[in-house]
């Protein structure tokens, strides 16, 4: 059996717990690891980010099979588990540790985004503020933000807010 060629890339859309969940259920994902990028201190803290003075989003690094699911289709998911045209803020979270920003590893994967993004823009009243940069390191989170909605089942963040985002996931992913 031949290994599988997987590939990475790495989005932020608010906080890191909604966006993992949703993706934890799109198929042909391999595994999605919250953390930080896109600022310069280098191996930060949640509580660094969490000021806004690190430059860091609050970000996913999604690894996918691209035999079995898109870029297309993950950047299809990426805005319905958080809005686009919201600067530095998705929801309660404020700040730019919530910006929009789609962190890429390769020229294709740059290009796919920017032609994405041109291409939805349509259907919005307001200009899309999503960030496209090349990533340049990724810092993973402490471990107790990892599958955090897993570990949280039933508390009220988990239902209120991490909850409807996985459902409309998976709608998307049915229609």
Excluded at 92 to 116: A, M, V
């Amino acid at each position: 059996m031949a290994n599988k060629k997987l590939e990475n890339i790495v989005f932020g859309g608010g906080c890191f717990w909604c966006s993992e969940a949703g993706f934890l259920v799109v198929p042909g994902v391999e595994s999605v690891i919250p953390g930080y990028a896109g600022g310069w201190v280098d191996n930060p803290t949640y509580e660094q980010v969490s000021t806004g003075e690190t430059g860091h989003a609050e970000v996913i690094k999604i690894e996918y099979d691209p035999e079995k699911v898109s870029l297309e289709k993950l950047l299809e998911i990426f805005v319905v588990v958080h809005n686009p045209t919201s600067l530095n803020r998705q929801g309660n979270d404020i700040g730019t540790q919530y910006r929009s920003i789609i962190l890429w590893e390769n020229l294709e994967q740059q290009e796919l985004s920017k032609q994405f993004l041109a291409k939805i823009k349509k259907n919005y009243d307001t200009d899309i503020v999503t960030e496209l940069k090349k990533l340049d390191k990724f810092y993973p989170a402490e471990q107790y933000h990892h599958r955090y909605f897993e570990k949280h089942q039933g508390e009220g963040y988990s239902n209120e807010v991490i909850a409807p985002k996985v459902e409309k996931v998976k709608r998307h992913l049915q229609s």
